[in-house]
């Protein structure tokens, strides 16, 4: 979900519009392809836990199996913590760098990182720690959106210009938005031999949804660090970025609108 420690600049920063998408995020809608490999007494790493919605729902699956999940941000680490939910003792949360995971090898069955490889500048040596911390026989397991999958109806005005804004400002931080396709390429790179690839959507068109996902984004490019970034660096006006909030909202009012979100997914053996 946020950059490791390793790297200087996380595209979305902490915003609400950003943690609330973070929030929303469970195993079950963002690492179903996971599922299967979960079992009771398994060791966990989340690598890029964010506030920890995934890492709960893990912990939940394999316990009494430790879980731990580590962030860049502490503030991040710190908000994880507290949302713990009543009865799960087998999550902790620390501050930690994907380049140098501070395990020794072969520590967990399971090393899982969602959204963050796209944020980085060397998803190929974030690969090979993560493989490093995982058993032999283990699973390293990744899912990344991909901004170029990215469909919607209808497309009304102003809302049309925040991917070509968002893509010059994440590839300007170093990032790569379309990682989702090239997930399986960078595990191979990194010496992974049996990488399963995969790809599932979420998708937002009703009413809620559409509202909800429409104040992450539009809200995302008008308010949190994407728009700092987008004016400091001449991608786009305040007024440019408003016009694209003002189109975001138009498009949630839409009685059709419809978004889907592509994502690649890949489970490799350790």
Known sequence: MIPMAGEATYTHGHHETVLSAHRWRTVENSAAYLIEHLRPGASVLDVGCGPGSITAGLAGRVAPGRVVGVDAAESVVEQATRAIPDGV??????????????????????????QVLQHIADPVGALREMRRVAKPGGVVAVREADFGGMVWHPD????????????????GNGGEPDAGRRLAAWAREAGFADVRASASSWCFATPDERAWWAESWGGRLARSAVADTAVAEGHATRDDLERIYAGWKAWAAAEDGWFAVLHGEILCRA
């Open 156 to 171: 009304p005005p102003g809302m049309d210009a925040w991917l070509p804004v968002y893509y010059r400002v994440a590839r």
């Open 89 to 114: 003792r087998n999550v902790e949360f620390a501050v930690g760098d994907v380049y140098d995971l501070r395990f020794p090898d072969g520590a967990f069955d399971v090393v899982h990182a969602h």
